[in-house]
């Protein structure tokens, strides 16, 4: 897996969530925006609305308007869901995505920004 593959970025938005709920801190949209996860606005706004809808994350809404998509974020309610944290302990892609994780050092000053570390992956 390259480091800007779904999963990946997936693996990294749902670790970084399930930290913050664990230490009871307010999940930071500016922590996990596209320039920081070096990817393009219009893909992280497809993982964003993906997750959405498949019940991953909770507190955020996604509007389709006739150029694509915005996201709108409810600060005291965004959050991973049981659904999500359920989904990154036990998906086999999660786990992949993890190792490669773990294997690609130019991802370090990405998770440093996160909070978060390669041994929280």
Known sequence: MAKNDYNVIVCIILTYMYKCLKDGKPV???????????IPDNYWVYIVRHLAESS?????????????????????????????IEYLQENDYMK??????????????TLVKMGLAIANI
């Open 28 to 38: 930071d949209v500016e922590l996990m925006n596209p320039k920081t996860l070096g």
């Open 56 to 84: 991953y994350i909770e507190g955020v809404a996604c509007e389709h308007y006739k150029g694509g998509y915005t996201l709108r974020f409810d600060d005291d309610y965004f959050n991973i869901t049981p659904e999500g």
């Open 96 to 109: 992949k995505a993890k190792e490669t994780i773990k294997e690609l050092a130019s991802l370090t000053a």
